[in-house]
């Protein structure tokens, strides 16, 4: 059975080099790219790990040899900008954050646009991967890279302390806040919620807040950040944080409000769907066997979370080996290929892959359920669509930290802050 099924993959593999002009009837013309190299920056990332093991398979097919320079992540955004800036030929394919990078980079002309790509290669299926993935790639109506990476929003929860309370799993918003207050128990050692407390990290979870109330960052290119919906939206995630959170949430980005979850201290915590697997592994986590998952909660609007590309690839516009970058990029992105890397539980953005048993094998079925069930759902931002992506967060957050310390005026921050992002907009 695995014979046949390595048999199947090289197959596939063959007709997918084909489709890029890889095979002919001699190995001159089966590997016209023999001998090149390409030098690829990507992250320190699980979907790097997943994917260097297969590389070999790649440059033994392709000839290509691949030359991999990994950085943790802001040392990646620093590396590509001073190699960038500099019109290097390197690197030819780079991993990078679309939501995060994608305007500034593509303002720079440091994104090749992958349109032509995607649509002439037939046999690539680009109609496969999720809409809101691709949208979420998209700069200026042109395609900047190819997802790799995405992520939604989602509620994870702790199973055991429902059940003890017979509290359903919470629907709403309310219920949450509900919920949350009736687990409340700090002297325990356990708190109703915990999520991203920090300026900048907060905003692009307060944001299914904010959608699930009828609200967004903007309107086009006005700021709507102190509109009713946006107001009840930070005051609904800051509230949750200050009644309900650890008294140092407001330091925590990502990794310390997982980990707070992981160590049992918080009934309920919303965040990406990405990240599921510090909760699950045993080795970094005390509830492995606890922790259930559901859809966002929905707001006054109904359940409406992000759906994005967290991490895509991108090709290098001054690189000398476009046709070779294109053809690494395809193999990476290619159905076989995501299906492997999900396969190691990356969340991959290949729609095929999602609604196959081996491509969600390797997740907890309540999660998988959950992301399946987003279907084409889902908002494809989750963050203000700004060149200076950084100063607008910072905008955003400053309302929610206001609520998270007891400010008096919430309206009054929100019409300040409305002012410097419309202004950051504007500069642009």
């Known amino acids: ?61 392709t000839g290509i040899r691949v030359i991999v320079q990994s950085y943790f992540e802001d040392q990646l955004t620093q590396k590509l900008s001073l190699n960038l800036t500099s019109d290097s030929h390197t690197p030819d394919v780079f991993m990078y954050r679309p939501l995060q990078e994608g305007l500034l980079f593509n303002r720079n002309g440091w994104l ?46 702790r199973k055991d302390l429902l059940r003890e309370e017979g509290i359903p799993v919470p629907k709403t918003l ?55 919906a946006a107001i009840r939206a930070f005051e609904l995630y800051g509230g949750l944080l200050r009644d309900y959170g650890p008294p140092d949430v407001i330091n925590m980005s990502w990794p310390q409000a997982i980990a707070f979850f992981a160590e049992g201290k918080a009934a309920f915590y919303t965040d990406a769907t990405s990240i599921y697997r510090t909760v699950t592994d045993p080795a970094r986590s005390n509830i492995a066997d606890k922790v259930g998952f559901a859809p966002f909660p929905a707001g006054s609007s109904g359940s409406r979370t992000y759906s994005i590309t967290s991490w895509g690839l991108a090709m290098n516009p001054s690189s000398g080996q476009k046709e070779a970058a294109w053809a690494f990029i395809r193999w990476a992105t290619s159905k076989e290929i995501v299906l492997a890397t999900q396969a190691k539980g990356n969340t991959g953005a290949r729609q095929s892959v999602w609604n196959s048993p081996e491509g969600t094998a ?14 084409d759902t889902g908002v494809d931002h989750d963050r203000p669509a700004a060149v200076n992506v950084a100063e607008a967060r910072e905008a955003v957050g400053e309302i929610v930290q206001r609520v998270m310390t007891g400010y008096p005026d919430i309206k009054q921050k929100a019409d300040e802050q409305n002012a410097i992002l419309q202004s950051i907009l504007d500069q642009e």
């Open 1 to 61: 059975m695995k014979q046949g099924r390595r048999a199947a993959g090289l197959l596939l593999l063959t007709a997918m080099l084909a489709g890029c002009g890889l095979s002919s009837s001699n190995e001159q013309e089966t590997k016209p790219l023999q001998g090149k190299t390409l030098v690829f920056m990507a992250a320190s990332h699980p979907w790097m790990d997943a994917i260097r093991p297969l590389l070999p398979s790649f440059e033994a097919e």
């Open 112 to 157: 090749e646009h992958l349109d032509n790509y995607v649509t002439k290669d037939t046999t690539y299926d680009w109609n496969d991967f999720s809409p809101q993935a691709v949208r979420s790639s998209m700069v200026d109506e042109k395609l900047g890279g190819i997802p790799v990476i995405t992520e939604q929003g989602m509620l994870y929860y």
């Open 174 to 228: 309310d219920e949450l806040a509900t919920a949350a207050k009736r687990l409340h128990n700090p002297d325990k050692g356990v708190y109703g919620f915990v999520a991203r407390g920090q300026r900048s990290p907060l905003v692009t979870q307060v944001s299914s807040f904010l959608y699930s109330e009828g609200g967004d960052f903007t309107d086009g290119r006005k700021a709507t950040i102190n509109t009713p």
């Open 362 to 375: 390797a997740f907890p079925s309540e999660l998988a359920a959950v992301i399946q069930g987003y279907g």
